[in-house]
């Protein structure tokens, strides 16, 4: 519990200055001390043994007596086992949930703000958008909201494949179809198409990278049929995007095709600091430490033989612009995992030439995969990937089936609205309350139960709160001035969890971990699961009582909506 680590250390600076222990000696075992089945904090007194020759246990108890009275009215102090045990009083919990409960923005606090560079999504134009893209997409919308949230300015940039070889490939088979029309063309089948043919035929191919020349000469009847690919692309991804309710727009598209011009400059800014060698027939640069399986020297292909770009081209253009262009001090890349080493050397290289200094903040956000209930990468029967339009809207059909079996009295002008939030936000938290460099297992069953660690879950509870104040005819908003008291131990623990919203936000940030916060929004829902059993609301032995516990019951309701719209998911009223 940061608020009460916070307020423990003026006392605990007197008490071990007291014992003769330096702050930077115990000060880390206090910040780091994390909640115990019998305390809020428990700080560990194991390791100070080896500095005062004592045992943990006499340790802690010399502690105790140093800190006397001196926290009274804050927290109750204790020792087991070497532990040195605090436990927050209910004066101290009580004014800590109310500031919460009765603050506009349940005390999130605002941050020094910086400019934020977000690359995520990232689908290629002329495929469809696919569950691979999956986590890079909602994880980086997690990631804009939260950063958002705490005062910073966010940029998200969609960097989608929208230039080079495979456009003179896909123009080329356009114009092999004399009567089809660009709004007839189906996503699905005509790149495979394409691609087979520059596979198969030799003249097609050639006629492919001629194209690419006069695409990326700016030929004028060329650069009319590539904007409309680009825009058919767009209406798809956008559906995709409505579906799953991000942050993405048309004004966040970064494609290949804006950072073309640049490509040149960044051959040119390498080779004038003497980093560019060949190797091959190519223009590469030999970042310093890389070595391939064979122990060799591992290149970082600029240019390659055949005169085109490569990726990491793109990338090191893209740094350009955003450290000189949009003055970005921190970019995000919100890439699968199998990318590290790419970025990594891409952000050495950058460093090295000039490109960015120190104080700029380069950081690869990796995920891991999307799995089949068969433990290999989620895929159709067939073994093809599966469309993400397609994955959201079974989500919909299945959520709709779950809600009439629990609630067949909801009206049918509700049942959409609601069956989206529901089964789309179960999609997105499955995904989210995964620790992100981890794989996962889709399962249907389980991410649109209404038990455990699931969107649902939390969605009911929210539901539950609201269902509350319905049969009271009270507005939420007139509980959010209650005096509020904590004479019951579950209140008590209700208001714990409320308390740590802030904290749990914060943790998530730092770490870039939106399952951080998805964890912290479960624990609150089973907190509020366990009080709403032990202690009556509408029914409560006094109306002092009823209020006080309206009052957490919006506090809950509350983080809950905040939490998880955060985290890019609604929360519906009734459901």
Known sequence: MRDMIEDIRPAMLAAMAEIGIAEDVWSGLLAGSTDAAHADVAMPCHTLAQVLRKTPVA???????????????????????????????????????????GDERLNVGFEEPRTIVIDYSSPNVAKRMHVGHLRSTVIGDALARMLA??????????????????????????????????????????????????????????????RV????????????????????????????????????????????????????????????????DESDGAAVVFAE???????EPLPLIIKKADGGFNYATTD??????????????????????????????????????????DSIAAIHVPFGMVLGTDGKKLASRGGQAISLKDLLEEAIRRAEAAILEKNPELPESELRTVAEMIGVGAVKYADLSTERTKNYVFDWNRMLSF?????????????????????????????????????????????????GFAEALDDAIDSHSPHRLATYLHGLAQSFASFYESCPVLIAEDEATRVSRLALCDGVARVLENGLGLLGIDVPERM
């Not at 020792?79 to 109310?98: D, I």
Request: net charge negative; aromatic share 10%; hydrophobic share 40%.
């Open 289 to 295: 430490g890389w070595v391939n399986r064979e122990g």
């Open 59 to 101: 340790i802690s108890d010399d502690i105790e007596n140093a800190l006397g009275d001196s926290l009274a009215g804050l927290a109750y102090i204790s020792t087991v086992n070497g532990f040195l045990n605090f436990t927050a009083t209910p004066g101290w919990l009580t004014e800590r949930v109310t500031a919460v409960v």
């Open 149 to 210: 949230h705490k005062g910073h300015e966010v940029i998200g940039e969609n960097h989608i494949g929208d230039w080079g070889t495979p456009f003179g490939m896909l123009i080329e088979h356009y114009l092999d179809f004399e009567e089809l029309e660009v709004d007839d063309i189906d996503l699905s089948s005509f790149y495979k198409g394409a691609r087979a043919k520059f596979d198969r035929d030799s003249e097609f191919a050639e006629r492919s990278r001629n």
């Open 213 to 276: 020349v006069k695409l990326q000469s700016r030929d004028q009847d060329t650069m009319i049929l590539w904007r409309k690919l680009v825009n058919i692309s767009l209406v798809h991804f956008n559906e995709v995007y409505e579906l799953l309710g991000v942050l993405l727009t048309d004004d966040d598209l970064a494609g290949e095709s804006k950072y073309e011009e640049l490509l040149s400059s960044v051959v040119d800014r390498l080779e004038e600091a003497g980093m560019l």
């Open 316 to 357: 090191l253009a893209c740094i350009i612009d955003r450290v000189e262009v949009i003055g970005s001090t921190e970019f995000l890349y919100v890439v699968g995992a199998e990318q590290a080493q790419h970025f990594a050397m891409v952000f050495e290289v950058a460093r090295e030439a000039g490109f960015m200094d």
């Open 451 to 499: 038990e455990g660690n699931t969107a649902p879950y939390l969605q009911y509870a929210h539901a539950r709160i609201c269902s509350i104040f319905r049969r009271a005819n009270l507005d939420r908003e007139s509980a959010r001035n209650a005096s509020i008291s904590l004479n019951h131990p579950n209140e008590r623990s209700l208001a714990r969890a409320i308390i």
